[in-house]
């Protein structure tokens, strides 16, 4: 069963002046555990696609459907509780707290989920063990390197046990070696725990470790492929 | 909320320099306008104990015509019966009575208008604190006939010192002139000038003869317990003898309560100003804290964290920015107006005379009531939230898909 699905999904911006077709009748369904990767050239729609399914933007027409629940038209209230109970997000430019240390940004979002404190430590150091971070609990994102901020950012999407992450060019900013080994951990996670990735992305490194790959084009799907 | 405060205090420390400016400039401007508050309350409780306590007193009673002529023959009839319900009454801490006359004081060498004022300087010293005045030679006593005491003005003026004589000149009950010479025995100094131009005191046995040839008073000057009681003594007082009017000191002097209430109003103005100041400052800080945070906060609500929430993280980070500058602020204001209560600020330097001729001390002893503290707090806290609601705004219209990727 498809945990996400979106219905001719459009996205004009600046439809009183000079309008933008950001996203042209897009209807795709996304099934749990997938390792899919968006592409396309800038401007293609990638990220207004990834914003629309993560509830930060509101289509201009068409609906997106997760886990069975309509998030167009929800209320903003509502549909902040549902990002925070249901989706991860990891960001291009990392966007961890800097006065908080690693552990702290993790277990943040279980604050907010209102967990326990014994949960809470629990999975925080879990996730950090995870991602490769065990010995930078105590750090602050200024003291990590590149990759180790979007490790964090990483440990940070999954700390909510959410459906999927949605990574918006999550190796844009990393060297090489970074790069692969963040992809590295992400695609074990994907295979040993089945979390569902969802890469916007023009990085051929993604591109190559991912199972699906959507092609966009204009605001449209140009090509969606399976890889073995 | 345990979160949002641990977040808010680890977020005004992100930039300790910006913070640390906002609260120096915080805890200055409550020092100062707490100073300020001291000062104004300081100079206007002086300038009323001056008033009030050294001659005015809280409750008058004079002939009901007296206040108007001043005729020498309008004196208080049947004093005795009012003296006995003066001494029976509990609200009165304690009295005096006056004979009063204007007249005339001659020196050898010039003469000057004077108001003369006889007193009963037992009753006169146990009512108002008028004898600490005294810079030399004695207070009156009622032993020593024909004594006289005047302002070191006065007697800089007449060029006389303490053991010369001067002559009074004033007009009897009787309309007839009459003079007597008087023995200057002492010497005081107030914080008027015009007061210590014009006033004399001799004995109210030896003036009351002259005018009279009996002991007759003009004036009844009644301390109370409680200031806030004068409008009912005076008007017991007026009930009972309607041969006198009673008045209370703020009928006798309107021009003291305008002062309090023009104190008040500088107070008032001067903290509007030093809180308008804080207010630009806070809004200033906390628009550039939430400009240079803007992809920070995006990421937050996408993440899951509600607009309320992160509203009430930036009114705390704005209040606890105040709190901290405003404690210190209070602090320093409380410890200077402490110091500064016990020795006094000197303005002489400053202000020279032109403070006693408007009849204040240039010695300013600060003071500040726990009130005054409570409405500070009251302020600022007023303050802050209408200063930090607006950047407050200003985040809750953040659109984490316009901020996250910038």
């Known amino acids: 069963m498809a945990i996400i699905k979106t219905e001719h999904l459009s996205k004009v911006y600046n439809p009183d002046t000079i309008p933008v077709h950001a996203l042209r009748d897009v209807t795709l369904e996304f099934e749990k555990g997938e390792f899919t990767t968006v592409r396309g050239p800038s401007g293609s729609g990638k990220t207004t696609l990834l914003n629309m399914i993560g509830g930060l933007d509101e289509p201009t027409s068409g609906s997106v459907e997760i886990d069975g629940v309509m998030i167009t038209g929800m209320k903003e209230k509502d549909l902040i509780d549902f990002r925070l109970n249901h989706i991860g997000f990891v960001f291009q430019a990392y966007n961890l707290i800097p006065v908080f240390t690693a552990y702290e940004n993790v277990s943040f979002i279980m604050l907010l989920q209102k967990c326990s404190k014994k949960e809470m430590k629990e999975r925080a150091e879990e996730l950090l063990t995870a991602v490769g971070l065990k010995q930078k609990f105590d750090s602050r994102p200024k003291e990590l390197s590149g990759g180790e901020q979007q490790r964090v950012a990483v440990a940070r999407a999954l700390a909510s046990r959410p459906k999927f992450i949605l990574a918006d060019e999550p190796t844009a900013n990393l060297d090489t070696e970074s790069a692969m080994n963040l992809l590295d951990m992400m695609e074990k996670m994907n295979r040993e725990e089945h979390v569902t990735f969802i890469f916007s992305t023009h990085d051929q490194r993604v591109i190559d470790r991912a199972r699906r790959v959507i092609t966009m084009v204009d605001g449209a799907i140009h090509k969606d492929e399976k890889r073995e | ?406």
């Open chain 2, 1 to 406: 909320m345990k979160l949002l405060i641990y977040i808010s205090w680890r977020n005004i420390w992100r930039h300790p320099a910006r913070s640390g400016v906002l609260v120096v400039a915080i805890i200055a401007g409550m020092w100062s306008g707490i100073l300020v508050s001291g000062l104004s309350n300081g100079m206007i409780d002086q300038r009323f104990n001056n008033l009030i306590e050294e001659s005015m007193t809280h409750v008058q009673v004079h002939h009901p015509d007296y206040m108007v002529e001043r005729e020498p023959n309008m004196y208080i009839p049947n004093p005795d019966k009012l003296i006995e319900f003066l001494s029976n009454m509990s609200q009165i801490r304690s009295f005096t009575a006056r004979t009063l006359a204007s007249g005339m004081i001659q020196s050898p060498q010039t003469s000057s208008g004077v108001q003369i004022q006889g007193i009963r300087a037992d009753w006169e010293r146990n009512t108002t604190t008028f004898y600490e005045n005294m810079t030399e030679g004695d207070f009156l006593s009622d032993e020593t006939r024909n004594a006289l005491i005047m302002g070191e003005k006065l007697a800089d003026k007449l060029d006389m010192s303490v053991g010369n004589r001067v002559v009074l000149t004033f007009q009897r009950a009787d309309h007839e002139l009459t003079s007597a010479a008087f023995n200057i025995v002492g010497l005081f100094k107030t914080s008027s000038v015009q007061f210590d131009e014009q006033q004399v005191f001799v004995r109210s046995v030896d003036l009351s003869k002259l005018i009279a040839d009996k002991i007759v008073y003009h004036e009844f000057a009644i301390m109370l317990h409680d200031a806030d009681s004068s409008s009912s003594v005076a008007g017991r007082i007026n009930n009972e003898f309607p041969g006198v009017t009673s008045e209370t000191w703020y009928q006798i002097s309107p021009e003291l309560r305008y002062i309090a209430d023009f104190g008040n109003s500088i107070t008032f103005y001067v903290m509007l100003v030093i809180m308008l100041a804080l207010a630009f400052g806070i809004l200033n800080t906390m628009l550039m804290a939430i400009f240079e945070r803007m992809r920070e906060l995006g990421m937050l609500i996408a993440v899951g964290m509600s607009k309320i929430r992160i509203f009430v993280m930036i009114m705390l980070e704005s209040m606890m920015l105040t709190f901290a500058g405003a404690v210190g602020g209070m602090l320093m204001g409380y410890l200077s107006i402490n110091w500064m209560g016990q020795k006094g600020l000197d303005l002489a330097g400053m202000a020279g005379d032109s403070m006693n001729e408007f009849g204040y001390d240039t010695v300013i002893y600060p003071v500040i009531s726990s009130q005054d503290f409570i409405s500070i707090v009251i302020l600022v806290i007023a303050t802050v939230l209408l200063s930090a609601v607006y950047p407050s705004f200003k985040a809750l219209k953040i659109k984490p898909s316009d901020v996250v990727r910038e």
